[in-house]
């Protein structure tokens, strides 16, 4: 029913910056909470981003505050995740997933997930 799909990853040095994308299908994305987590590799998925249904609420993860930032377009049906001054830490996969109510920084909130795309920092 609804289908979500990252893109923009890729390799880039440490210090500079990425723009992912998620283009969302479904008629209830207006409405619907929307999330970026990441996984590095031997370890748990985890919260980087969140932003309300109407984009006027946004939350991080305190490691990315300042570097990272998370907006929609709701006439368009897209979140985007901006990341600047990247850094190695941030190597993992990327994924982009709906709320289904608030958003909270638990993965057992979200009901729906795009793929993953690959986020790669070197040093």
């Known amino acids: 029913q609804v289908q979500l799909v990252e893109s923009g990853g890729g390799l880039v040095q440490a210090g500079g910056s990425l723009r992912l994308s998620c283009a969302a299908s479904g008629r209830r994305f207006s409405s619907t909470d929307m999330g970026w987590f990441r996984q590095a590799p031997g370890k748990e998925r985890e919260f980087v981003a969140a932003?309300?249904?109407?984009?006027?609420?946004?939350d991080y993860l305190d490691s990315v505050k300042g570097r990272f930032t998370i907006s929609r377009d709701n006439a368009k049906n897209t979140v985007v995740l901006q990341m600047n001054s990247l850094k190695p830490g941030d190597t993992a996969v990327y994924y982009c997933?709906?709320?289904?109510?608030?958003?909270?920084?638990?993965?057992?909130?979200?009901?729906?997930w795009g793929q993953g795309t690959q986020v790669t920092v070197s040093s």
């Open positions: 997933a709906a709320a289904k109510g608030v958003a909270t920084h638990s993965v057992r909130n979200y009901d729906y």
């Open positions: 932003i309300s249904w109407s984009g006027r609420t946004t």
